[in-house]
């Protein structure tokens, strides 16, 4: 395989890595998880649009965009920077963008609908539906995968799927790769630890949900996630490529900062993400999908009990099934958040909300310049969604 990945080192210190998600979103919570809105204690909408346009003016992101969502109604919507570096057209706040690892939620919520529907045990062993693919298969459990304890070796750390590179952006992108073929060459390494003993993030795990639902249904993952989710919400610009390299509709470019300077890569083969990020979606459409999904329009109750019992990351972060909780972090009082956060080549991505479905937190940027993309996003989303300094 050549060398590139879909999450460059950077994007995933941000989006992959919990530690960072909690820093980042952290910022959210004041306004998604609290009784009281932004706008009903007073933040003025200018300074939201203020702080994206700092993350832009700073040199640190090409575009970002933001929307708060309450009781389904946008309250606040927002962009900043250019769609194109060549042109200077206005990014639109409505734009596509790839949402990376949130694909993970959406994967998750299809897992656990087959679990609803007694097509799938959680407490099965990957054994039982995936024969001889995983050589501990009998002891990992479906469960495990999705709330990262299987122990599996994350393929995003492989040499060949790592740092994006001049080769990468020449040739690399426009690659094609099978789930079972990076799920291969990841279960030939050795295992972090044993199956249920510890926590850490891996992306083999999604390609292996991914694996399961095509055995389950006889569909690949991607199109269960629009005919399960995307068409009955109406998520109309929400789409889950296979190998098109292509977003589709109204979007800003991506860029990918190079030793030789940000490059634009907006144009890549999603199939190296797979189950685990490939999903392009909008700040409207993450918004909806989030609040049918806590309000309980996608997922039975038990199944959604099963999705919000977390296990500890040790860094501040509770995971669960495909959805990560964030507990008044920074002492700023807000109560329980949860959501996703993703990274893939050019841009990173939240969507939070609150426990119940009622308030929705947003953000999305291409991001490319500074190092610390945590402090960046994190900048970006208080200045968005908090309303407590």
Sequence with gaps: MRNGSVWNARSRRVATKAGGVALAAAALVGTVGSPASAAREGIDPAERG???????EGGEASWSLGRIVEDGRTSWKGAAGVADRRGGAPADPGGRFRIGSITKTFTATVV????????????????????GVVPDGERITVRQLLNHTSGLFNYTEAPEHNMPTEEWVRAGRWQSYSAAGIVANAVGRAPYFPPGKGWRYSNTNYLLAGMLIERVTGRSWNKEVERRIARPLKLRDTSMPGTSVRIGGTHARNYTKLPSGPVDTTLLNPSEAGAGGAGVSTTADLARFHSALFKGELLRPAELREMKRTVKTDQGVGYGLGVQRLDNLNGLGCGEVWGHAGGIHGSVS??????????????????????DLVAVVGRMNKAVACSAS
Excluded at 113 to 122: A, K, S, T
Excluded at 353 to 359: K, L, Q, T
């Design 50 to 56: 203020a702080g994206l346009r700092a993350v832009v």
């Design 350 to 371: 939240f969507f939070f909300g609150d426990a119940r479905g009622e308030r929705q937190a947003v953000t999305s940027a291409s991001l490319y310049g500074k190092p």
């Design 112 to 131: 656990l609908q087959l679990v609803g529907e007694g097509r799938i045990g959680l407490e099965d062993p990957v054994e039982k539906y995936l024969p």
